[in-house]
């Protein structure tokens, strides 16, 4: 699982692809996104670890941003995009761009930021991004520009589309997942 979330993170096909032909890749993306939520849990918050409760939802909402963002990629690639996928090809899929955010531990590295900032750590705090220090705000926007960039990658080949067409998937699903999340207040 290791091995093919760093192939997947340098854009190697053959990771998506096992991925995608894989009996267990749902089973699989769900580990790879449990460990990254935990791991980010764990490094980024600045509350003590014993406020286990906190970290917890932090874990469940990143879980439901992951679901909801391979939900409505899937949606668009296959209904409005004509993509030929499956749905458990993209959420396997949608997983390996979720080692990117692991960058995020160097948010911590500048001024501490709450838990609650990193909902789902990518573009929806840009609107905070103001109170971050050089280097968090140079990590946020490389693991926001590295996540979608390999959910493009992703989703190219989960669902058998064009570069381009893939990167309106993408930017579609996060729209959606954007606006779900607003509404939400996640």
Known sequence: MLRQSLRAAVFRRDAYLRAVLSSHGVADAVVIVAAVYTALALTVSHRAVTDVLAHLRFVVDGAIAWLIISGAVYLVSRHLLRGEGTFQGMVATTALAHPVLLLLILVRAGTPVPLTYLGHPTLLILDRARSLDFLPLVALLAATVWFLAVLVAGTRVAMGLSLD?????????????????????F
């Open 165 to 185: 067409r893939a990167a309106v998937a993408v930017g579609a699903g996060y729209g959606a997942w954007w606006a779900i999340a607003t509404l939400l207040r």
